[in-house]
Every structure is written in structure tokens, then in C-alpha cells.
């Protein structure tokens, strides 16, 4: 994403494939900048599977973007089943990105 990309831009720009559950730019704890990734979150998985297809290595506000099905860190113990919502793991995103 372009140095001034936001969590708004990234929802704007991924919402045209379905319905987005949440959009985050990645941010370092100690200075709040942009670590350069972010995750998108949709509803149905169909619908992230869509985004990869359409997004990946694509130019997003001046940036090629990588956008990837995101893989669940293990969990510890038992699990349930795995539902509907898939969340897209996106990196390439400027170091200046904000969750505005």
C-alpha cells in the first residue's frame, strides 16, 4: 500500500469481492508505524478465495500488494469446526500505513 494506506483503504479496496469482517494495517507496538502487512478478514471464504485470485501481486495505491489465505496459528487443545469466515494475510503494504 501507498505510504498513507489506512485500514479504511484496505476495506475499501477489498470490499468490492464481499463482505469484510474487519481490515487491519499491521502496526509496530513501540512506534505505531505500518510493519508493512496487513489482514483482511471476509465473511465467507468464498469470497476471500475471489480477492487472492483478483488481488494478488496486483498494484494497490502505488505498491504491488501479495495477498494470501492466511493460516491459523495452532491452537492448543481441542477445536471446533471451521466455519465460514477465511481471513487473507496481505503484505507489500508501505511502512507508513495507518488504521485511519
Partial sequence: LSFDSTDQ?????FAKYG???????AKDR???SSR??????YEDARDAEDAV?????????G???FVQLSR??????????GGGIAKL????????????
Fill in 19 to 25: 463482505k469484510i469482517v474487519e481490515a487491519t494495517v
Fill in 72 to 81: 491459523p496459528k495452532p491452537e492448543m487443545g481441542g477445536g471446533g469446526g
Fill in 53 to 61: 485470485r483478483q488481488l494478488d501481486s496486483t498494484d494497490f495505491m
Fill in 63 to 65: 505498491r504491488q500488494i
Fill in 36 to 41: 508493512g502487512f496487513g489482514f483482511v478478514t
Fill in 89 to 100: 494475510f496481505v503484505r507489500g503494504l508501505s511502512f507508513d500505513s495507518t488504521d485511519q
Fill in 30 to 32: 513501540e512506534t505505531g
Fill in 9 to 13: 483503504d484496505m476495506n475499501g479496496h
